[in-house]
Nanobody, 121 residues
Framework: QVQLVESGGGLVQPGGSLRLSCAAS????????MDWYRQAPGKQRELVAG???????NYKDSVKGRFTISRDNAKNTVYLQMNSLKPEDTAVYYC???????????????WGQGTQVTVSS
């Protein structure tokens, strides 16, 4: 069994910063890509940023230059540093990871429970 546990969300004023963390635990053999998604009320879930096992990154256009995704492979953890936050960044943020578990022959998608980020004055 695998768990993804997110932390670091909260309420921040416009222009402020937050750092999200997502730690994977359980019977993990290998982790491929790790991503951050978000879902605002009434909107579809969208990809915010992603990072491969080799460290290649990609970002949604609206967060480029403000958000930075990184990972610590030794800790099975992915981070999202969010700077210059805007009200439109308000959403529930979810981490997603492609994980190969012990005893399986293919990678599967796992999701965290989500963490609320609210940007408001």
């Amino acid at each position: 069994q695998v768990q993804l546990v997110e932390s670091g969300g909260g309420l921040v004023q416009p222009g402020g910063s937050l750092r999200l963390s997502c730690a994977a635990s359980g019977s993990i053999f290998s982790i491929n890509a790790m991503d951050w998604y978000r879902q605002a009320p009434g909107k579809q879930r969208e990809l915010v940023a992603g990072i491969t096992s080799g460290g290649s990154t990609n970002y949604k256009d609206s967060v480029k230059g403000r958000f930075t995704i990184s990972r610590d492979n030794a800790k099975n953890t992915v981070y999202l540093q969010m700077n210059s936050l805007k009200p439109e960044d308000t959403a529930v943020y979810y981490c997603n990871a492609q994980i190969l578990t012990i005893g399986w022959s293919m990678y599967r998608d796992y999701w965290g429970q989500g963490t609320q980020v609210t940007v408001s004055s």
